[in-house]
């Protein structure tokens, strides 16, 4: 039987993750609008990366034959000044969901759950890369963002990514 704590706190993260996921689709509107095609592909990929997290909650606690209770998502109601200002509030936000995973896995740990510690061991890993993507977006549009010709390529890079599939399979 997984604990109450435990279980309300995975509960709570698929709404989390859904909410990354609007957040970023967000993101990707404010580039779509300024023209910058390749910053709104990173991020709508990106959010359709937060949705497979939210997915994986989901599965989980289907998996473990836990009640799943869809809450309702938030609206995104960021403004932004300059691209640099959407970039900080994505490290912010990740920073934020580094720390509730970590809060995750402090309530699991103290119930000796290692079955949701090593469920949640993936998304540990994840939230560095986050985190590192993050931080590197901001350092390159520090030393491009200000010169059209060197935003233009960024812009091309970023428009470049992918969408992959977790590597996490439940
Ligand atoms: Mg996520």
Redesign the pocket.
Known sequence: MMNAKVHELLNSQINK?FY?AYLYLDFSNYFKAKGLDGFANWYMIQAQ??RD?AMLFYQYLQNENQTVVLEAIPKPDLTFENHMEVLKAGLTHEEY?TSLINDIYAAAYEVKDFRTMQFLDW?VK??GE?ETNANDLITKMELFGSDPRSLYLLNQELAARVYTAPSLIL
Request: glycine share 0%.
């Open positions: 993750e990354s990366e937060e997290h969901v998304f994840e939230q986050e």
